[in-house]
């Protein structure tokens, strides 16, 4: 008796199922008003490139955005965990730009390495990849050490312009390793941008609250005069033709001035903030100098 009772009751559960189901097909394909779809915000994709590996194995990432013929590069991280901060404002314009497509002008493709020297990033952050500010080490040992590679070379010296073994950091002597381009750090961004042409490159860096002209052999680029003015007029970093405070050599983007690829460094004004808002001026200012050249 009881089993023929649950039989009935799962007969007529079944069949309130089926009509349910009838019903809601029924309604749908009868329905005049369209089906809602969700449409999501619209959001830029990078496109992904590893230009080089570091000594210790990490990928050294070229992200990309928008496809016009003026090419401008931002690079940070050369000098590591130690100037994290250029980082972290690396990713932070990605996603600025990723969430914000439209302000890259249609005449400019924006790339941007965020860590030219991952091995010095993760010796103070310890994680692979992007980080947070919780994951630094406060120890000054440590982050001083996270400026160099894997080689303990600074990466800032290696590069192919009044290049020598050793070089200055401050009142310290540094490797710039054993020749230049010994390291595959700079290797990588030589490479790249050899194969990619770029019309302008950014370097961040910090702590020194000032923007500074590239230049070689030659004296200084004229469009290099020009962005270093603008990106100084808008983030309100002081601008100066000639770094004075000690004499460097072997430096990435005095080696740029060599190949004729206008470059400037931007340094932060301490080693633990991004100042998104002076650096997305900065940022906007070189798109509409390159915008208006075009
Ligand atoms: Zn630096």
């Not at 690829?261 to 070189?286: D, F, M, Y």
Request: glycine share 6%.
């Amino acid at each position: 008796m009881r089993s023929t009772l649950s039989n009935r009751y799962f007969i007529i559960g079944i069949i309130l199922v089926i009509l349910c189901i009838s019903v809601i097909v029924f309604t749908r394909l009868h329905s005049s008003t369209p089906p809602v779809t969700q449409t999501e915000p619209a959001q830029l994709e990078p496109q992904h490139v590893v230009i080089g590996k570091s000594l210790q194995g990490r990928t050294i990432d070229a992200y990309s955005y928008g496809t016009g013929a003026t090419h401008l590069l931002f690079v940070g991280g050369i000098h590591g965990g130690y100037e994290w901060n250029s980082v972290l404002l690396a990713y932070t314009f990605m996603d600025y730009l990723e969430a914000n497509p439209d302000t890259i002008p249609k005449n400019i493709t924006v790339t941007i390495i965020p860590a030219a020297n991952p091995d010095g990033v993760y010796a103070v952050t310890n994680k692979e990849g992007r980080f947070v500010v919780s994951d630094v080490s406060t120890s000054s040992t440590i982050l001083a050490s996270g400026r160099f590679n894997a080689h303990t070379v600074d990466l800032n010296r290696n590069f192919d312009c009044k290049w020598q073994p050793q070089s200055t950091w401050q009142t310290k002597i540094v490797s710039a390793g054993a020749t230049a381009f010994s390291e595959p750090e700079s290797i990588a961004l030589k490479s790249f941008t050899t194969r990619v042409h770029q019309d302008a490159v950014i370097f961040w860096h910090s702590q020194s609250n000032a923007i500074y002209a590239s230049q070689c052999l030659h004296g200084i680029l004229p469009t290099t005069l020009d962005i270093m003015n603008a990106y100084s007029k808008a983030s309100k970093y002081s601008s100066n033709t000639s770094f004075d405070a000690y004499s460097t050599t072997g430096a990435a983007d005095d080696w740029l001035a060599s190949i004729n690829i206008p470059a400037i460094t931007v340094e932060l004004q301490t080693h633990n903030s991004i100042e998104w808002e002076r650096n997305l001026s900065g940022i906007k200012a070189l798109f509409d100098y390159f915008d208006q050249k075009k």
